[in-house]
């Protein structure tokens, strides 16, 4: 099992930056991608970006050079850098985590609420 805590979430106006990170426990060592999904009002929850363990990343068009992501591997944390926010950023942000390829977490999804 692999279990995750979010931290970051809350208000901001539109054209600021906010960061969320994602701190992994559990049996870490299986974990071989960790990642952002986000579900806006009334929508499925959509990827946001993710990262390998190899560094690779791959990123939503709609985040694609505003969202950067990073990790730190010493302590399984990811951090996803939200710049240059838009109201249609609003939304539910889960911290996901694979492992093994095939099992797959989830965080508690904090709210994030940009302002117009």
């Known amino acids: 099992q692999v279990q995750l805590v979010e931290s970051g979430g809350g208000l901001v106006q539109a054209g600021g930056a906010l960061r969320l990170s994602c701190a992994a426990s559990g049996r870490t060592f299986s974990v071989d991608r960790m990642g952002w999904f986000r579900q806006a009002p009334g929508d499925q929850r959509d990827l946001g970006a993710t990262?390998?363990?190899?560094?690779?990343?791959e990123y939503a068009d709609s985040v694609k050079g505003r969202f950067p992501i990073s990790k730190d591997s010493v302590k399984d944390t990811v951090t996803l850098q939200m710049n240059s926010l838009k109201p249609e950023d609003t939304g539910l942000y889960y911290c996901h985590a694979c492992a093994f390829g095939d099992f797959h977490y989830w965080g508690q999804g904090p709210q994030f609420t940009v302002s117009s």
């Open positions: 990262i390998k363990t190899s560094g690779e990343i």
